[in-house]
């Protein structure tokens, strides 16, 4: 259940703000913004979060799990969002591992879970998501976005009308904390299932960068931990099966 809802026409990120509470009371609290000035994405990367139309929302859990059981909520919460999205009516919403969500191979959203381990058999994560609903493409923060982008009332006229953003994040925020606690008696099991109908990568070649090099292969699919399974074109010309972890490489179209 819901513990504690805030709603922000600003902040600078919503993850930070609710980071600011002690551990212990954050469990089950949300936040929701407007707008947000100092948006964080992944791999250190800002989240352009112009105010009026988009969706930037923050859910605190407690698992009382150890860490590497949690390890693939990330993907959970790009299930999650593919599964309301899809029941939204937004057109072919895909899941590029590990949580970008796309719709034509633009990116719609993305996932920020940020964790601190509370104790042996205890994890405390912040699960930020930001979704583009209504963004215009000449404003300043959208013409910063360095990927290729879209947002949902480019593909469902619905998604245009301002209550069309509160009924997202009500959903959003319902489904969340029915499916942090699914996630945490199940474990990943029943959302790889839904993971295979949104993956956008199965069957798809890639080039897999990491720090150190960088490979190419078709992938495969996930793991039940959630790591991205790629059969890797080897030096020698033979091919071989590797697991990749999300923190550790990028994947892109090769
Ligand atoms: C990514 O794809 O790089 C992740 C983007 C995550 C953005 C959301 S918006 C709500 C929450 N607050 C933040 O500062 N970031 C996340």
């Known amino acids: 259940h819901l513990r ?3 709603l ?5 990120s919503t993850n930070l703000e609710l980071a600011r509470r002690p551990a212990a009371e954050r469990h089950a609290c949300a936040i929701l913004a407007d707008g947000q000035s100092a948006g964080r994405g992944r791999r250190r990367r800002a989240w352009h979060s112009p105010p009026g139309g988009n969706l930037y929302l923050s859910v605190g859990w407690r698992f009382e799990q150890p860490p590497r059981l949690v390890a ?9 969002s593919a599964r309301i999205l899809e029941s939204l009516e937004a057109p072919q919403v895909r899941i590029k591992w590990p949580n970008d969500l796309q719709i034509d191979g633009r990116k719609l959203g993305g996932i920020l879970v940020e964790s601190g381990v509370s104790g042996p058999s205890r994890f405390d994560v912040i699960a930020g998501i930001g979704i583009n609903v209504r963004m215009e493409a000449d404003r300043p923060e959208a ?3 360095d990927q290729p982008w879209t ?19 009500g959903r959003l925020l319902g489904g969340l904390l029915q499916g942090f606690g699914d996630f945490g008696e199940t474990g990943f099991g029943p959302f790889q299932t839904d993971w295979q109908r949104f993956d956008a990568l199965r069957g798809q070649e890639v080039r897999v960068s990491g720090d150190q090099e960088a490979l190419t292969g078709r992938v495969l699919g996930i793991t039940p931990q959630g790591a991205l399974r790629v059969r890797i074109q080897t030096p020698a010309g033979g091919t071989e099966v590797r697991e990749f972890l999300a923190g550790d490489v990028s994947v892109r179209p090769h």
Do not use: K, Q, S
């Open 8 to 12: 922000l026409c600003e902040v600078d």
């Open 72 to 80: 693939p909520l990330p993907l959970v919460c790009a299930v999650i």
């Open 4 to 6: 504690d809802l805030v």
């Open 151 to 169: 947002c949902l009332a480019d593909h469902l006229v619905a998604a245009g009308e301002p209550a069309f953003r509160d009924r997202l994040a």
């Open 143 to 145: 013409r910063a976005i």
